[in-house]
Nanobody, 120 residues
Framework: QVQLVESGGGLVQPGGSLRLSCAAS????????MCWYRQAPGKQGELVAA???????NYADSVKGRFTISRDNAKNTVYLKMNSLKSEDTAVYYC??????????????WGQGTQVTVSS
């Protein structure tokens, strides 16, 4: 089994910063891409940022220049540093990892979600 454990969400004032972490554990053997999605109430889910196993990154236009995705392959962990936060960044953030176990197929794994609230 593979588990994704997220941490780092919380309440922050506009203009503030947060860093989210997502660690993959269990029988994960190979990790390909790692991503962060978010879901705000009444809105469609959005791909916020993605990083390949080669370190190539991609961002939603709404977060470019403010958010940075990174990964530590030795720790099977992906991070999302969020700066200059705005109220519209308020959402539940989900970690997504595409990887596989030693004997299994390539699979989509999801974290449990962490709430980020930007409010004064």
């Amino acid at each position: 089994q593979v588990q994704l454990v997220e941490s780092g969400g919380g309440l922050v004032q506009p203009g503030g910063s947060l860093r989210l972490s997502c660690a993959a554990s269990g029988s994960i053997f190979s990790i390909y891409s790692m991503c962060w999605y978010r879901q705000a109430p009444g809105k469609q889910g959005e791909l916020v940022a993605a990083i390949t196993n080669g370190g190539i990154t991609n961002y939603a236009d709404s977060v470019k220049g403010r958010f940075t995705i990174s990964r530590d392959n030795a720790k099977n962990t992906v991070y999302l540093k969020m700066n200059s936060l705005k109220s519209e960044d308020t959402a539940v953030y989900y970690c997504n990892v595409i990887g596989r176990t030693a004997t299994g197929p390539r699979t989509n794994y999801w974290g449990q979600g962490t709430q980020v609230t930007v409010s004064s």
